[in-house]
């Protein structure tokens, strides 16, 4: 089971999930509703260069980190300091990030979490509400690849009420060391190796999908002179270099679906401002063949899955939409993460 961060707030608004619509009215056009900071009534916090505690040990990209306490009085403004630069892309405030971290509490050095030791980077947006706002103020305008330290005082961390699951409390600053390992955005896209399409399948043509990587939709073509296929059918259409998807991950995503039979399109991220999380326990519950489908697919990939009637919605479509009893589904994924 995916473990959900003590750092997350709330479901990140900038997130459409697939496995909760139970309409065709599409999300086309919507930006995410997640404030900027200055959209809000309370001032940014100065932040300083220190004091920190050192990194004594891990000390490269990617290694855990062991972290000594803190000495002295911790400051009052949010610390923050960039212990390794990193070459990637700057990251922006509502933008998704990937990151490993290590959390621990300044007067004891009691480490209250950490994403190495469960071997799968934190996936996250930072966004107003979502995150605390020492990460979201610390992170933003930082490369990916690089390494942060930050000391986040109550105020910008869990206020008066501390996080009591963490053993935190209202009066404790909090240490972190960040690995920033990637960033996306609504114009993310897969970045694969693009894949030979077999055009036919037996008596079977599967549709053809553009191979574009400039986050628009990507035209899907369906022969409706041809019959779908009996069985779900889930092929490469650019064959990314990640880790293979398990079927217990959560997927950070663009996708579409479109219905087999008529040609329509049921539900699209793909320029709609907003990207798609795909819980793929969740989704075994609702369109089953989405989820066994991008089961053991590699993340940066975009994936063809086609799904037939009984391992999609079947008898029971969604009502009142362009998804009708006994629809094949044709979805096209880019798999951006995997948490």
Known sequence: MRRRSLLLAALPAGLVTLAGCGDDKSDSG????????SASSVPPPKIVDGPLPTVTDGTKFGEKPKVAKGTGEPSKNLAVKTLIAGSGRT?????????????????TGHVFDNS??????????????????????????KKTGSRIEIAVPPKWGYGESGEPRAGIKGTDTLVFVIDLIDSFNSKSSAKGKPVAQK???????????DTNTDGKLPKVTVDKKAAPPRKLTSVY????????????????CQFQCVV????????QTYGSGRLSEIALQQMQQTVKGLAQGLTGKKVGSRVLVVVPPELGYGDNPPSGGVVKKDSTLVFTVDILAAM
């Open 30 to 37: 919507k930006a995410s509703g997640s404030p900027s900071p």
């Open 91 to 107: 990251v922006a405030e509502n933008e998704f990030i990937q990151a490993h971290y290590l959390g621990q509490i300044w007067d």
């Open 116 to 141: 190495y030791d469960r071997k799968r980077p934190l996936l996250l947006q930072l966004a107003q509400g979502t995150i605390i706002d020492g990460w979201r103020y610390a992170l933003t305008g």
């Open 199 to 209: 055009v036919a399948q037996g008596e079977h043509a599967l549709p053809t999908v």
């Open 237 to 252: 259409v650019l064959e990314g270099d990640g880790e293979e998807v398990k079927a217990d991950q959560t997927l950070l």
């Open 260 to 267: 087999w039979e008529s040609g329509k399109t049921y539900r």
